[in-house]
């Protein structure tokens, strides 16, 4: 079983950049894809980016496209969120998330994963 620990939120000005990070522990041998979610207050969970465990293979979303960059350190069992240009639009609760098994599905929706963290706040201010 694989547990995920969020961290690297905070306060940034619009411009901005900041990094955030998700350490995974436990079971990791499996792992297929790890992801990153965020949420606005009243709005519902929204895909940001993924990226294949192994092969290092990345999508993300439009909202992001170009200012984002997702990684991973497979040493370090940890997968890092590289956000640029920050936007008052980004301000969110970032979560990060595993699968655990191959799949075919896009792993763009929230019911695709099997582990989440506990989430970190983003607030980008103008």
């Known amino acids: 079983q694989v547990q995920l620990v969020e961290s690297g939120g905070g306060l940034v000005q619009v411009g901005g950049s900041l990094r955030l990070s998700c350490a995974a522990s436990?079971?990791?041998?499996?792992?297929?894809?790890m992801g990153w979610f965020r949420q606005a207050p009243g709005k519902e969970r929204e895909f940001v980016a993924r990226?294949?465990?192994?092969?290092?293979?990345?999508y993300y979303a439009d909202s992001v496209k170009g200012r984002f960059t997702i990684s991973r350190d497979n040493a370090k069992n940890t997968v890092y969120l590289q956000m640029n240009s920050l936007k008052p639009e980004d301000t969110a609760v970032y979560t990060c998330a595993a699968r655990a098994r191959f799949t075919m599905a896009s792993m763009t929706r929230p019911y695709e994963y099997d582990r989440w963290g506990q989430g970190t706040q983003v607030t980008v201010s103008s």
């Open positions: 990226i294949n465990w192994s092969a290092g293979t990345e």
């Open positions: 436990g079971r990791t041998f499996s792992t297929y894809v």
